[in-house]
């Protein structure tokens, strides 16, 4: 299976979690978070086809 590409910044992840608790993160969690980035994503595609339309919106996120 190929890897799957990366969703996130994960400069800015890293940064943001340093900033908020001083703790380190480590590499494995920005593939954690991308998955579940793509798994948001896959719902909210669901959500924006089955109410027939093309475009993705923030409601479908909900």
Do not use: H, P, W
């Not at 719902?43 to 996120?61: E, H, M, P, V, W």
């Amino acid at each position: 299976m190929a890897e799957k590409e990366t969703l996130v910044i994960a400069s800015k992840v890293k940064a943001y979690i340093k900033n908020a608790s001083e703790l380190k993160c480590a590499a494995s969690v920005i593939d954690v978070l991308s998955e579940k980035v793509r798994a948001l994503c896959d719902a909210a595609i669901k959500n924006a086809k089955s109410d027939g339309r093309k475009t993705l919106q923030d409601k479908d996120f909900k």
